[in-house]
Structures are given as C-alpha cells and as structure tokens.
C-alpha cells in the first residue's frame, strides 16, 4: 500500500515540476494563409515535461473557424481552446513535450482554420536519462 501512495503521489506532483513557457502571440487572418513557427525544447530528462503556450488573435475582418487541431511525432500532445475567433478575439493553444525514451524527437502541430488559414508549429527535442 505505501508503493502505491508514493507512486500515485509522484504522479499527482508531475505538473507542479513541469516548465511551461509562454512563447508568444501569433496574429492570423483569412489574408496570412500559413502562419509558421519552430520551438525547440532543448534537452530535458526522459520522464520529464515541459511546455509551451501561444495566443492567437485574429486581426481579420472576418471569423476564422477552427476546423481541426493535430500533433504528429511521439512523445508529443497538444491542446487547445480555439473554437471560432471572431475579428479581435483571441485564443490559446499548447504544445507538451513528455519524453518516455532517450533521443532526438520532432513533431509537428497543426492548428488549420477555415479560408486556407493555418498554423504550423515545428517541433523538437533531445532527452536523456
């Protein structure tokens, strides 16, 4: 039972330690098209996590309707409040990298809205044990 505990609670504490980093604003619009970033999150611990955190305001005059949200590489999730952005309005998405084995790792996240707008986030990172 104390195995248990102390499992669960090394769990429970694994997002007080996590980094998460806010990275910036990211302005799109119907005219933009494709809106293109890299973040690289250096070299962290495997088992460990870290974050990073966008807004994004349209600076359009028309809506943008959020069609799909995608994270493609291992060891990579994403998340995301942006349903539709009316002109002026803002959202915030996030991008976690959690390393369950040692490397180099790449990813790739995709935030793609109606009127051929997207955003594309590069990822990459190296952990070690």
């Known amino acids: 039972m104390k195995k248990l505990l102390l499992a669960c609670s090394l769990l429970l504490s694994l997002p007080v330690f996590a980094k998460t980093n806010v990275q910036g604003n990211i302005e799109l619009s119907s005219e933009k098209g494709v809106e293109r970033h890299y973040y690289h999150f250096g070299v962290q611990r ?5 974050s990073i955190a966008y807004r994004v305001t349209n600076t359009g005059t028309t ?6 949200a995608t994270i493609g590489g291992t060891n990579y999730g994403a998340s995301t409040n942006c349903r539709t952005l009316q002109p002026g309005e803002r959202c915030s998405f996030r991008i976690d990298y959690r390393p369950f084995f040692e490397g180099y790792h790449t990813g790739r996240f995709t935030l793609s809205f109606d009127q051929d707008s997207h955003i594309v986030v590069d990822v990459s990172g190296q952990a070690v044990r």
Request: aromatic share 10%; net charge positive; glycine share 0%.
């Open 46 to 50: 495997v088992h460990s996590y870290s």
């Open 63 to 68: 809506p943008l309707n959020m069609i799909r």
